[in-house]
């Protein structure tokens, strides 16, 4: 990895002027950390002071810091110490280490580099949900906000009226056009995203998080990055790196030693561009070959390949290695280390630089060729060994061999598709979905179907059927069972649904009476293509519920709150 230097000179403390990384104290509880481009003041709780091109980043905002549980617990910092100095390429660096009760918080800084790499160590943190570092920066440095997704300038500290509020961090847009105000706009997806951070004129400070193993979660994880502080104003750069905002549950306990990261948190004049180019650099060197730390660099490989029960090749399945015999969904993993990929054309797949442990495989439909396909493919005991591949060979991915009468949706746990599904993200979009909706199988197309259901009110299925079997007889097996699959994007509670085929109801969709139909916040914090997804299936005599000809399943609201119900996926009937 060739390391990027800068020329640029940084405001320094009398006597801290340096062409080496340093670590300075002040006092018991204070310390200055930097190099010769940059140095930031770091207290008990929060880091300060952040002089860059001779200008306080940080001003009246509030710094740097590192908490879990939202703000509820900040990290307290009692002891710094370089814990390690050497040089890579010829350009001398060192480890900082910010102590804490429940672990430690590092601060690897390279000379000449306009940033630092940060990583934390766990010690000794509770079972928790949120887990962050961050970045409070000056508003009037830091105007504007770029993830994946969005580039645009932060709302200002005078938008936020009080008497606007609607709901947690929304507020209506103060123009009276009748939008809303809401940081979770600002969502991107965390196993894509490549950079992103705060910037304005002249200034830019960005993460770039190369290696995403100690991420929790799967594909489908997705976290606010930056925003507006309502109260303060300051201009927000998350590190979400154990994060919940759209999940129903990711509480976890952590072994001693678990590491996140390093990732790169870096300055720049504001320049997306270079930002990207950056980024590009650091995702072509992970992992970090200067990194010294023998756990991490202790990684293999797993390949392998997936071949469907009915001969197709799994196409482009979404691939997931997790915890091994887990009862956690994917996506509230979060423990260990999580590697996602997808296979190839022909079902082939492979992850490099894994580290050595034993997982769960877990593979699953993500559209396209696999759109019918309903089930998900498991194998415990995958086991990774430092500098060894581990071949898995083929296996074969069971599918379901009934007939299928309808399907709406393509099966791959998003609302990709439907109308408004996989928008922008968005406040209240689905708002935009009628109470009432007709679709006609054979007629109708998927885009008829809305993303989202949350007013009272009825879906209605329309299919029709040239015959129809015998119902079942006491004690026999003439006849057939009937399954209706509903499979959801995401769910948020405050909605109750009657699942009825023809004049028969066959289950519910409700809040606490289904297994798993937890609440996920995702229609109500703007997202609009997945949530935590959820599987259900509803059997029925299919003898005595269907008829020839005209038939229905129907999807009836009977209790709503506003912004809340469900996402969906896919909607099959087999028999």
Known sequence: MALLLSSSRAHTLPSLAS?????????????????????????????????????????????????????QSDLNWTSASIVHEGTYQGVPYIDVQFAAREGDMHWVIFSGLAGAYQYFVNRGLPTLGEFRTLWRLDNATFTHGKTDLRDEALPPL????PENKVQDETWLSPDGSGGFLTKYDLTSWVRTQ????????????WYINAGKDYYNGNHLKQELMIHRESKSGDAVQLNMIHGTHFQVSAVDEFPEGKMWGPWLWYLNDGSG???????????????????????????????????????????????????????????????????????????????????????GLQAWSNGSVLSNVTTSYLQEDVVVVAGEATDLQ??????????????????????????????????????????????????????????????????????????????KRNGEEHGKEATLIVSLAGY???????????????????????????????????????????????????GKVLKKRDNEIRFEVTSNTTWRGFMWDSIVLEW
């Open 19 to 71: 062409a080496d990384p340093f670590l300075r104290k002040l006092g018991n509880e204070t310390w200055v950390i930097g190099n010769e481009v940059w140095n930031m003041t770091q207290g008990r709780q929060y880091g300060v002071e952040l002089y860059y091109k001779d200008h306080d980043c940080v001003g009246d905002a509030v710094g740097h810091y590192v908490s879990y549980n939202g703000a």
């Open 158 to 161: 005078s938008d936020y009226l």
């Open 194 to 205: 490549t950079y992103y951070g705060v910037y304005g004129e002249g200034f830019g400070s």
């Open 273 to 359: 561009d270079d930002a990207a180019q950056r980024a590009r650099d650091e995702f072509a060197a992970w992992p970090y070959a200067w990194f010294e730390d023998e756990a991490y660099h202790q990684r293999g490989s797993v390949q392998g390949q997936l071949r469907l029960s009915d001969g197709r090749p799994a196409a482009h399945a979404a691939v997931f290695l997790g915890d091994n015999n887990q009862s956690k969904t994917a996506l509230d993993m979060g423990s260990d280390y999580y590697y996602t990929g997808y296979a190839d054309a022909e079902g082939r797949f492979e992850f490099k630089d894994v580290r050595a442990a034993t997982y």
């Open 394 to 471: 083929t296996a074969t991915w069971q599918v379901s061999n009934k007939t299928k009468i309808f399907q709406v949706g393509d099966f791959d746990r998003t609302s990709y598709g439907f109308a408004h599904g996989g928008a922008p993200y968005e406040h209240g979009l689905v708002d935009k979905c009628s109470a009432d909706l007709s679709f006609m199988v054979g007629t109708s197309r998927t885009e008829d179907w809305c993303f989202g259901q949350s007013k009272l009110g009825s879906w209605t299925i329309s299919f029709s059927l040239d015959k129809v079997p015998a119902p």
């Open 492 to 542: 948020s509670t405050g909605a109750s649904s009657r699942v009825w085929a023809n004049d028969v109801v066959i289950g519910n969709l409700t809040s606490g009476s289904a297994p798993g139909l937890l609440n996920d916040p995702s229609l109500y914090r703007s997202a609009t293509t997945a949530g935590e997804w959820r599987y259900f299936e509803f059997s029925f005599d299919a």
